[in-house]
């Protein structure tokens, strides 16, 4: 059975960091898509970072340009998200996502049909 287990969300302060991990189980993930999808409450699950096969080629959205870094380490099966100078605005669940589709290159899913696994969600919340 795959699983992708999220963790490391918590309550913090704006301007706070925190980390979260993605550890996947049942399968190797090495040489696919990964991403960090997040869902406020009365929005859209949105995309706020994605990376290659590699994950030498990243995507991150706007609002979070310059203060999240997504990464992995296949050797571990796990993906992480590092999140520094956390605002308000950044409270949300957060999810995991693997794909299983075999791209080559730069591509670096934002949409969420191209990731087949989820995991169940981490709450992270910010207070001003």
């Known amino acids: 059975q795959v699983r992708l287990a999220e963790s490391g969300g918590g309550r913090v302060q704006a301007g706070d960091s925190l980390r979260l991990s993605c550890a996947a189980s049942?399968?190797?993930?090495?040489?696919?898509?990964m991403a960090w999808f997040r869902q406020a409450p009365g929005k859209e699950r949105e995309c706020v970072a994605s990376m290659n096969w590699s994950g030498k080629y990243t995507y991150y959205t706007d609002s979070v340009k310059g203060r999240f870094t997504i990464s992995r380490d296949d050797a571990k099966n796990t993906v992480y998200l590092q999140m520094n100078s956390l605002k308000p605005d950044d409270t949300a669940i957060y999810y995991c996502a693997a794909s299983t589709k075999y791209y080559r290159g730069y591509n670096r899913p934002r949409d969420r049909a191209e990731y087949a696994y989820w995991g169940q969600g981490t709450q992270v919340t910010v207070s001003s």
């Open positions: 049942g399968r190797s993930f090495s040489g696919y898509p």
